[in-house]
């Protein structure tokens, strides 16, 4: 061998032997390289039926040689789930003998040869998963496939150890590595070097570690990703063989995952503690059964046990003890409650629907370890009294105090198994360890409570009166109950382990059940249960040990001794003679390999049929469905369940089963009449018994695990996979859903007791709003982070939400949106709350983070962080923040565990330290805090709870423990709660919750039922209802508050926004409910509250007060932003006028349906992919929104959110991007240097105002003033201030000053303002018109002060009930002001009097200009007048307003011209010989009064742009809109060269001929009626006219090469017409009954696909279909190719759902790109070759347009959230570019050099750079 010193300290092979380039390695079969989400790095997948013909071999060939010296060989890699997988490795011995290992999870047993060593390979699973619980109970249940929950694995093989134990040989090198399917393989390497997987570089520093040592971390290309505060072992196995934990010659796989119990975890950091090595149980039972399996020969008996975990030598606790050393699955086995047992009493009146209590009092107990038998209770500095021990013997009453009410989940240990009543109008589940009973009309539960481990198999008899129930876990046991009455009758434990199956007789006497025995093997027992209501037994009338598999067994109907099982590899008949139980197998033949998951008997019996002459059905994972002759046992039939098949025509094809894929058959149930089947993809289908067609199914979801018919036929019952329990209606066609559930932990909940809503977040990556009325799921928020806690807002319908990555996100509830986003925590968010006031909200994270946020921001904007003041850690999620009752203190454990800091809520300064380790000085370990909770503000006192199984009472003021309670849970108390009252608390410890007295006098009571630890519990705010939440969401009723009259005899109120608990008395005049004093009395801004003692219907008219016991409430009114100080008008005054005035010139923002993104990713300037070209079109709907100066050449308009420069001498253009809104007004310095833009606001955001600079075109600032839009701009004279007004919803005039940027001096009127203007001759003079008349404004200097004084005249009655809406100065002596009524009036700024008027014109006038002797008039009527108004000066004013007489002489129209809409903006020149006008047509006009002409500047769609297209040699682009308008652009200079103009219909769709000859290129367009117009571009006129639809024209297209046109309706018909004659050629209904969205064409020679033609072509449809066809049109060919069906969930929102896209890919055009409404938001890459999807790109936001390049493999994609996303298709990498309103398409240019986007009427032409680095 060569020298082997390149090889340390380690090898990676695949970078070493380059895999990816296969020159030096073999792949075979299906081999792909993805994108792994949880390792975030891409990796190969190996997937294939058969694991032998899919692999990746290194090296190349057998011929060849690693030759790798590395004694250890770390493999990185993942079993794909529910599939086996084979790993071969091939390695020398020094002897030169080549020894192949081989590890498979298909191996059932050790074997070995003198040259092959087989292992049988257990696989992992996902913590705290069902999977990992059997593993813990059973130690064995993960042989064979890999489960769902199957983690990642770093697996180190000592390879040098293997040699030498197995087989005495030594090792010399690694020769060969061979990775079968199936699995995900990240990479393998070899080291010297033993690397421990779960420690960072940093702890191997400090550890010591080093490669000089022999091992270290491992290296950082072959790690796993691990998230801030998370532990490596909680998320990844690591797995080394053999182990090294244990001196038998064949050892197991176990994990080096060195983590200190949680007891230990509090230590001091000073000295070296004891600490014990914990072994990650799931590997350490997967390596016991290895064990069991290597081995030999078994240990005798009598050998004594050997303990391989030894702590170190130490003084420990008896707790530190009890957690070091090896524990039983159950520790509370000695605590188990029977049900003969007097500790649990069942409620006899449990059937009627009230709920049942269990509960267990500690003292009563006979056992001599129950947990609270050693409560003991001290109060320090203050001794009980002797009798204190008597005292506390008395019952806290009522007794029981809580009663379970309901249980929000489903499921736990198994989702297939629900049941029917006799009835049929009850559904009885399992929710972990409780079962449930559900009425399923009124909701109502009721509970059979008694497993102590999760329920994993349920059955009924024929009459529903016995009740069989099953409990997984190493304690197997079956109960059997009373349904009638909630009673157990017997307990049954026969089974050693994994109880999966139970089966009753018609009868009830015959009950069957299946599980494993201590030996691994399958065990069917039969018992008789017909003395159970007598005896209370099950006699045990047969067993039978057997290695098959059974996944499911049914007792015969018709004969009780008979039973047909089902399982893997089998279907078996069984049948009880002679007390012996034994079995047949049914000849399977060629189906001998399917697994078989459920099983049904024929239902009915004819009169000439035996007894036993019955079909049995059985189902397969593989999708078929077996008809079986029980009385012959051989198949009689055999059905497939394929995946959807494609519709022709007006009809669906028939369901058949054939030879092809087939969908996973979870259950089968069959009734008399028909057959219901749950799958794998979702659907609960109903069957006519011959299996014809299905004549009725449902989608859910996700997988559906159990289907069941009730007795009636009526109604069929399905459970999903994902937790949701429901039925389907058979007769009304209705499906119902009882029942949603987390299927994960639910870490912690949060209450909203106005509206009785219960958020809580769970392991499963979802938060979820609840009823807590009607327990129905009311929002989901899913986010592929997990959530830790969640906190409601005390008044608003808002909460937020902390994650394990440190994200805090505040949602609105009401609009289902995001609110703020928040990530400056790194750690996990253990702790979230708001302050009872609502002013605060508060978050700790796990590495010791405090932060505070302004919760009456709707950002919650960030006030104050704080580093290094939480104890790190995440073991007190989910509360590890407290807030006092009256928002003044905030308390949390820090900086250590060992010191609970108050600190001030208002300021976080720190008011007090308690250190709770020193109090014990007799304790032999220090004490650490876990939990703490306020008690009431009048108490003033903490509670603390500690990891010495304390509770705490700690004065807040002066840190003094006043009382403590010892032994509290017999485990650590994970949470407490006190109620608002002060008179309860609560308690969780484990699976068990305790009530007690505040007190502590009395005996607490304690309940349980959960089967995991309660994470969190909490009194409801009406004090009536107790949550507690860990496997599931129970909802207790708390019974104290009902047997107390004087505490409840009148509903709690909520107080609405602005109030707290100490503003309002209550009743008495006194204390609230909460039995808080009142401090002082309150100082009333309006008359006082009256709170009537008897009845609460008469505080209906109260708006501050919201009863909690109505279901439905009034809206509040939120008053706090009303400031006294600002509305000096009154409430009329203020109502009036805030309504839109009725006028043109106000500036009316257009109404959005969108909502802006804020998380948009914008790309920093010079990064950009797209750069903006030109903007086609005007704003018409802006005011004032154009300015033009003749000296300086400036000319500068607004599109959308842009503002737009555009040098005329060039026809170039520059923009100035920075606004999010819709831009309604600009105003440009005299110098042309500056320009200031204003923009509204949305959704209570104030409206912006930009000052840019032109030459550098960037913005100088951005200021927010105006709640409403602004309404106008201009500058000062002399360009030293500038003006902005409000618009009607706040009518303020702001002064600024054009240096600084600062306000000045604001001015609010009472009225409306319309237009505002400074004097041309004096710089501190202007004046503003409005709704009330004219408003002359003077600006005061002196010194820094600056103040605007207003002036306002009110409109002369002469001139009637008018609005003002314009001005303009002339001179510095006359003043012009326009009317809504067309009438001009002259004022004279001398006596600020109107002494002049004329009519104008016909409309409103909303443009007035003034230069020299011209005045300028634009008005609604589309008229532009020029009046001289020169002899106006010499006129003196009058007495009266001077009309007719004097007009004649002084005021002459000089030129007029009418335009193509009203006048909006005008810009002339000195002399008004030219200029520039904008009208609501969105068309800038040039003016030149001296040639009496007008020319088209800019021109724009003033209606919705519904398409846009380019010609194919890119000349030319077509747009068509809403006004049935079709433009033909030129694509040089953006000009638009014709129009074609159809009155009365709108314009949906255009397309371009394909031809590339100008003359013969022509524009087809569809409309609204139906008809198809050809227009011809050369000769400027329409070519033709077809109409083929009678429906709305939605998509139309050319052939590829241009031989015919094709269209599509509304209804779905495609029609294939002739461009030429016009006639209809072909009409396609395929898609019949959904919009067409989407037609393609494209060049393609379908050969490649089997199919005859040249041309290929796609249609879309709106529910969610395409169909890909291959035509040759000059054949008359035209076939369909494949068809594909997106599935998707109902749509619940508002509108139409997103529209469904498809199209080719352009660099492959066998590709078909999708997207549209589904289960996710995604792109989908559909391959028409392999006929499957080929990737997926995950997108934020439902796509409304999407468009491919053939550039760079870019794809646009347009959204309802004003957002353009550019996508990399290879690398996924995205570029956002905002607009101004939702996008309705996006088109790349042929050449992909150009982009096309349509946000409404703003067109926008994007220009692709060269160099992407979203494409690398």
Known sequence: MASKGWQHPYVNIFKHFKVEEWKKATKEGEVTTSMDKTLRCPVFRIKGPIPANSYILLPKSSSQSLGLTGKYLYLLFRPTPSKYFVVHIDVAAEEGQVVRITFSNMFKEFKSTATWLQFPFLCGAAKDSVYENTAKAARHGLIGPAPSTVRWTCLMLDLQSILSIYLSRCYSHLKAIKLCANMAVKNTFTSDLLFNAGVSFSEARLMGLSSSRGTGPVPRDMAFPVARGSSWHDLYDYIRFPSEGTKLPFDSIQTHHQTPEPSMISSPAIGERPRCVSVSKPVQDRGSLIQQITTPKPQPRSQPLLVTDIPELGVLSSHQEESCLPHRDHPHEDDVVHPESHLVRSNSSAHTGDGIHMFVHSGDSPRNHSEGSDEEISTINHPLPKESKKQQTEKLLPDPILQLNCIIGFGGATNKHALWTKSGDEVVYPCHAVIVSMNINSKKQRFFIGHTDKVSALDFNASTTLLASAQSGQHSVIHVWDYQTGNCLATIRNHAHSLSSLSFSCSGGILCGVGKDRHCKTLVVVWSALNVHKDRIMKVLAKAHTDVDIQAIKVAFFDETRMVSCGRDNVRLWRIRNGTLRSCPVNLGEYHSQDFTDVAFEEGLSSHQQIDDRTLYASSRSGYIFEIDYNRVVIKNVRKLLPAQTQHGDHREKWTFKTGPGIAINSISVSTSFCATGSEDGFLRLWPLDFSSVFL???????????????????????????????????SRDYNTLMRSHTGSVLGFSLDGVRRHLTSASSD???RIWNMDSLHQLYDFVSEDC????????????????????????????????????MHFKGEVIGLVFSPSGEFMYSASSEGSLAQYDAADEDHSVIRVVCNVVAPGSERSPDALTVSRDSRCLAFIGPSEYIVTIADARTLEELLHIDVSILDVNSTRLDSALKVCFASASTQQLLVSTSANKILWVSAKTGRVLREVLKVHKQQCSSLAVSENNRFLLTAGSNSLKVWDYNVQLKSQMFIGHSQPICQVGFTPDQRSVISVGDAIFIWNFLAQLSDASHDNRSPLRLGSGYTTSDLPDAHGGRLSSSMPRQTAPLPSSPPLQLDHGDMDSQKNSPNIITQTKPSFLKVTELTDVSPLTC???????????????????????????????????????????????????????????AWSSDQGLFVYSSGCIVV????????????????????????????????????????????ICIWDVPSGTCRKTISHHKGAVQCLTFSRDDRFFLSVGDFSDPEVALWSSRSLQLLSSVKVSGPLHDVSFSPSTASQLACVGTLGVYFCLIHEHATDVKLKVQSVKTPVEVGEVEMTALSYHMDSLLFTATNKGRVCVWDLSTQRCFMTWEA??????????????????????????????????????????????????VMMDKEIMLDGAIVSSAFDKAMDMGIVGTTAGTLWYINWSENSSIRLVSGHKAKVNDVAFSSDESHFATCSEDGSVRVWSAHCNELLVQFQVLNQACGCVCWSPSLHKDSLCVAAGYGDGTIRVFRLALSEMEIKLHPHNVEVTAIQYSAKGHVILSAGKNGFVIVSSPESGITLRVIRDH????????????????????????????ASADRRVSVWVSDWMKDKCELLDWLTFPAPAFNGAGSPPPSLAAFCPSDPSLVVYTGYGAEKELSFYSLTTKQMIKKIAIPHWATCFSLSSKSHLIAVGSKDRVVKLIGANSGRFQDFVHSDSLQKCHFSPTGTLLFTVALNEILLWEVQEISALCI
């Open 1205 to 1248: 420069i555009e040098y005329l001498h060039t026809g170039t253009q520059k923009h100035l991007l920075g606004h999010s809104e819709e831009i309604s007004c600009l105003a440009v310095t005299s110098d042309a240097q500056t320009v200031v833009s204003g923009a509204g606001g949305t959704d209570g955001i104030g409206s912006h």
């Open 1401 to 1450: 014109d016909e409309g409103e006038i909303g443009v007035l200009w003034c230069q020299g002797n011209h005045l300028l008039t634009g008005s609604n009527s589309r008229w532009l007048r020029r009046w001289e108004v020169g002899a106006v000066c010499g006129l003196k004013p009058f007495g009266k307003i001077s009309n007719m007489e004097h007009s004649e002489t002084a």
């Open 697 to 731: 199914e449902a989608e859910h979801e996700g997988p559906v695990s159990l289907v069941s018919v009730s007795s009636d036929s009526h109604q069929v019952l399905a459970a999903t996979s994902s937790g949701i329990l429901g039925y389907l209606d058979v007769r």
């Open 1632 to 1659: 019949k009954g959904a919009s067409i969205t989407t037609i393609q064409s494209i060049s393609k020679q379908g050969r490649e696909f089997g199919l005859e033609g040249n041309e290929l072509w796609l249609a």
């Open 787 to 822: 959530p830790c806690s969640v906190a409601f807002h005390p008044t608003k319908q808002t909460f937020s939400c902390g994650f394990s990555s440190g994200v805090i996100r505040v949602f609105d509830i009401t609009d289902a949106k995001l609110l703020a986003e928040h």
């Open 1128 to 1186: 000096y008008f009154s409430s009329g005054e203020m109502k009036s006028h805030s309504v839109r005035p009725d006028c043109y010139r106000h500036f009316i923002q257009r109404f959005k349906d969108s909502v802006f993104a804020q998380n948009a990713v914008v790309p920093q300037s010079g990064e950009e992919v797209l750069k903006l070209k030109a903007v086609i079109g005007y704003n018409g709907n802006g005011r004032g929104n154009m």
């Open 765 to 767: 990556g979802t938060v």
